[in-house]
Structures are given as C-alpha cells and as structure tokens.
C-alpha cells in the first residue's frame, strides 16, 4: 500500500498530519457531549461512554504515510496542555478582580474552568490512548536496529577516548633516552679483545707466559734452569 500511495494521485496525502490536530480537538468535543449526554439521562456516576476507534485509526494512517516524526514535530499534546493552563491562569486572575456580587458572572467564570477542565482530561485520554494504539504499528526491527546502532556508537567513543588516552600517555621520540645508550658495543665476531681488556664473563685474563713474549734484539734468553735430581 504505501508504495501506491507515493504515487502522484495521492500527493495531497504528503500533509495528512497538518489535518490531525483540528481532527483531534473535534473528537475531544464530540467526546465532552456524549458523555454529559449520558450523565444527565442516566444521572449515574457509573455511566460511561468510551471510543477508542479514532486513535486506533490515528495511529494506523500516521504509520501507512510514514508521518510519525511529522506529527511528533508539532507537539500537539503538549500544546494544548500550556494553552489549557494558559487559558486557567487567566480566568483565575479575572477572578479575583471582579466582584463576588456579581453571580452571573462568577457562574460564568465556573463553567468556563469546568469547560477547560473538561477538554485537559478528554486529551489526556485521548494522549494516553494514542500512544498505546502506535505500539501495535511499531516496527520491532526498527527498534532493534536503532538499538544496534546506538551501541555501536557508544563503543566508537569509548574507542576513541582510549586511544586519546594513549596518545597522550607515550613521550615524545626525542625525548626518551635509549635503553642501550653509552653501553659499550659488543666486540665483532673474528677480532680478538685487546690485551687487559676484560673478557665477557667480566673477569681479568691471565698474564701470558713468557715463551709467548718476544725479546728485545740483542738480548740473550735466560739460561735453561736443568730440573732437579730425583
């Protein structure tokens, strides 16, 4: 249905949701008559008249024209809860100002109170009636998916608030001294150490023997000591 409904022969369709509060404030009215209708017929408290086919049917064209979120912009319901308080702050403070002498017109101050006390509570249940005939055309996979999507943000931020973290927690290159700086570079494979230099265990290396060490030219070798006798 809702693709036929795009089409051009429906376009007037586009500004249902204009339409719906002058829509709503007949059936608060309607709604008024009948039930003082029923009480002064009756003239029982337990008497009640209830129609909860407009909000249902409300809810159902909203949902088929895809203008939930063009009707929420106008804040209807909201509305007409400050115009409603609006209008009793008013008739409280003529009240106060005219005479109590004057019975018509007190009596007219209380049936205009009665009146706008009347329409407040009709809206409300109408309000109340609305929201919970919208869940029936809610889309579940809708939810889910916004569900879905405002997780998958709330993990984004905390992702990047860590890697700020980070960021800021590492020094700069320059500045941080290496680990191996002024430690002496290990000898190359092949190269002997020179002489009295320490070994790699740390330790001093033997003195070396002295048929090792080479004589100055001119100089005799020291006579051969014979070993003794047995």
């Known amino acids: 249905i809702k693709p036929a409904l795009k089409k051009d022969r429906f376009r007037h369709l586009q500004n249902f949701h204009i339409i719906v509060p002058p829509l709503t404030f007949n059936f608060v009215e309607k709604m008024s008559i009948e039930k003082e209708r029923i009480s002064k017929k009756s003239g029982r408290g337990e008497a009640s008249f209830t129609d909860d086919g407009f909000a249902l049917g409300l809810a159902y064209l909203l949902k088929l024209l895809d203008q939930d979120a063009a009707f929420d912009s106008l804040h209807w319901f909201n509305a ?77 931020e905390k992702a990047d608030e860590k890697k700020g973290d980070e960021t800021k927690s590492e020094a700069p290159a320059g500045d941080a001294a290496s680990p191996t700086a002024g430690a002496p570079s290990p000898p190359s494979a092949g190269v002997p150490p020179p002489p009295g230099a320490p070994d790699a265990a740390g330790g001093i290396p033997p003195p070396p023997s002295l048929g090792d060490v080479p004589l100055p030219e001119g100089i005799p070798p020291p006579p051969m000591i014979p070993p003794p006798p047995m």
């Open 80 to 156: 007409v809860k400050d115009f409603v308080s609006e209008k009793k702050a008013a008739i409280a403070a003529q009240k106060k100002q005219r005479s109590r002498s004057d019975s018509t017109d007190m009596q007219h101050v209380q049936l205009t109170i009665k009146r706008l006390h009347n329409i407040r509570r009709e809206f409300e249940l109408l309000y109340y009636s609305f929201t919970g005939a919208r869940i029936f055309f809610s889309e579940p996979e809708s939810v889910e998916q916004k569900k879905k999507e405002e997780k998958e943000k709330e993990e984004q």
